[in-house]
Structure formats: C-alpha cells, structure tokens
C-alpha cells in the first residue's frame, strides 16, 4: 500500500500558509479543482459506484460524479465528536446503503469508489473499506481522497486496493468551505477569502525563498570573481617586489 502511495506521490498543487488562527482553508474552486485532476486516475479504474463517506465526503463525490458519470451511495462513519472534535476510540458505522435498492445493487461483485475528503489518521478509511469488503462483497476496490496528510497513520489498507490522493499535504488543520460557520461563525464569503490569502501568502513565500536562492548564487559568484581577483593583485604585488 505504502509502496504505491510513495510512486504515486501526488506534489502538493500549491505551497498554503497557515491563517493567523494558525488553520489553512480551502475553497470551493480548489477542492473542485484537485477532484478534476484525480479524473484520469479515477476513469483507469472503471468504478461500476462511488461510496461518499459523509460527511467530508458527500460533496467532492458529487463533484467527481460529474465527469464520471455513474450513481453514488452514502454511508456515515463517526471517528471525532462533534462537539469537541476529539477524536474516539473506535469508528462507529451511524448509516449505511441498502443493498436491495436499485443502486445498491451495483457494489456486489462490482467495482467500488470509496472517496472521502482526508485521509488523516487513515482510521475511517480503514473501517470503510474492511465493512464493504465484509458486508457487500465487491470485486474490487479503490479510495480516493482529496488530501492525504503526510503523517503516520494508524491503520493501514488492504494491498489489493488502489489508493488515489489529489494532494499531499502537510499535517495541518484543514477548513473545508461545507465547514465555514463551524470555524467562529465565518460566511462562506469570508471562508474563500481566507482561503485565497493562504494560497496567495503561500506561493508568495515560496517565491520569496527561490528569489533568495538567486541573489544568493549571484553574491556567491562574485565573490569567488573578487578572491581569485585579489589572488592576482597578491601575485603581482609579490613579483613586483
């Protein structure tokens, strides 16, 4: 699993800086955007269904449903409170699809899509995919996860399943826009605001750093010039004497 995580290694599409309450925020356009580039990867798999784990995941699903144009189903896993956001000891299963309805037949012996917005402690991942596999019996499965944290998990996949990220990220702490009244009351408007000036502040501090770089090769070279410069004027000081 680990193996093909590492060959894949998707980079990250943009350097972010963290907020001043220290969260990094994502918009609409950019979760739309990270969805849309996991299309070829998601189209080489041949999904016969896409399982959205709610709630993180029922919308970048919706988003990816519209270039890959098959059904969705919903399940919902509990790993953190609500009210606290600590995460539990154990993944509690709240809801899951019928098998007998007309969509959910499409998961026995057919090719699932297990999509999700993170994949952090890799912990509801994990429980997704070992109830399907237990409960609906496909005949093969994929995950795809708009950001993969780059921090240990603890869990691990099955070998057999295809693991898809669009971004790898740091171990920070994501606001989602679907999120924006959860974190102090925000409106959306001021969610993708927020989110703007992260990716902005991001990518103008990593500029900052590669035009650093430059100055610093170009004061390096000149003063290898000037050494080898004064190594001349002291030969020829040295002869003339």
């Not at 519209?66 to 919903?74: F, G, Y």
């Not at 994990?126 to 993969?148: G, M, Q, R, Y």
């Amino acid at each position: 699993m680990e193996a093909k995580l590492a060959k894949q290694d998707p980079a990250e599409k943009a350097k972010r800086a963290k907020a001043a309450d220290g969260r990094i925020y994502f918009s609409y356009a950019q979760i739309h955007e990270a969805v849309s580039s996991c299309v070829p990867k998601v189209k080489a798999f041949n999904p016969d269904v896409i399982i959205a784990i709610g709630g993180g995941g029922f919308i970048p699903a919706r988003m990816l449903r519209t270039e890959v144009r098959v059904p969705i189903l919903a399940v919902s896993l509990k790993l953190y409170d609500h009210e606290t956001d600590q995460m539990q000891s154990k993944v509690v299963k709240t809801q899951w699809f019928d098998e007998t309805s007309e969509e959910g037949k499409k998961v026995r012996g057919k090719r699932v899509l297990i999509v999700d917005e993170v994949d952090d402690t890799r912990k509801t991942l994990k429980f997704c995919v070992d109830e399907v596999k237990k409960t609906n019996v496909p005949s093969a499965i994929a995950v795809l996860v708009v950001h993969n944290k780059l921090k240990k998990k603890l869990a691990e996949l099955p070998k057999d399943v295809v693991y898809i990220a669009a971004e790898n990220v740091p171990d920070n702490w994501n606001c989602y826009p679907w999120d924006a009244a959860k974190y102090d009351g925000r409106s959306i408007y001021e969610h993708e605001d927020l989110a703007r000036q992260c990716l902005v502040s991001g990518n103008k501090g990593e500029k900052n750093i590669v035009e650093m770089e430059k100055k610093l090769q170009k004061m390096k070279i000149q003063y290898d010039n000037l050494s080898a410069e004064l190594e001349r004027c002291k030969k020829n000081a040295g002869g003339s004497a």
